[in-house]
């Protein structure tokens, strides 16, 4: 079992940054491939970024050149670095890890993106 608590959430105005962290209970990162999602209200949960063992990267079309995913095995936390923040990214985050028989997510994080 490995539980998966992300923070870092909140309001930001238009262009902002945030920087949410996904702490995980025990170190996994070498054998899971690790990602955030979000999900805005009334529509489905999405793949925001990807980070694989071996570190290999992976981001949605929407987020690239603004989202950064990054990890410190030593903290076995997981990062995901928010700049040039849009309304449109006004969504729950959450984090997850995949193995190749079994997915755990965290609880989530709130990130509302207004002025």
């Known amino acids: 079992q490995v539980q998966l608590v992300e923070s870092g959430g909140g309001l930001v105005q238009p262009g902002g940054s945030l920087r949410l962290s996904c702490a995980a209970s025990r170190n996994i990162f070498n054998s899971y491939t690790m990602g955030w999602y979000r999900q805005a209200p009334d529509k489905q949960r999405e793949l925001v970024a990807s980070i694989t063992g071996g570190g290999r990267l992976n981001y949605a079309d929407s987020v690239k050149g603004r989202f950064t995913i990054y990890r410190d095995n030593a903290k076995n936390t997981m990062y995901l670095q928010m700049n040039s923040l849009k309304p449109e990214d006004t969504a729950v985050y959450y984090c997850?890890?995949?193995?190749?028989?079994?997915?755990?997510w965290g609880q989530g994080t709130q990130v509302t993106v207004s002025s």
């Open positions: 997850n890890a995949v193995s190749t028989i079994v997915i755990f």
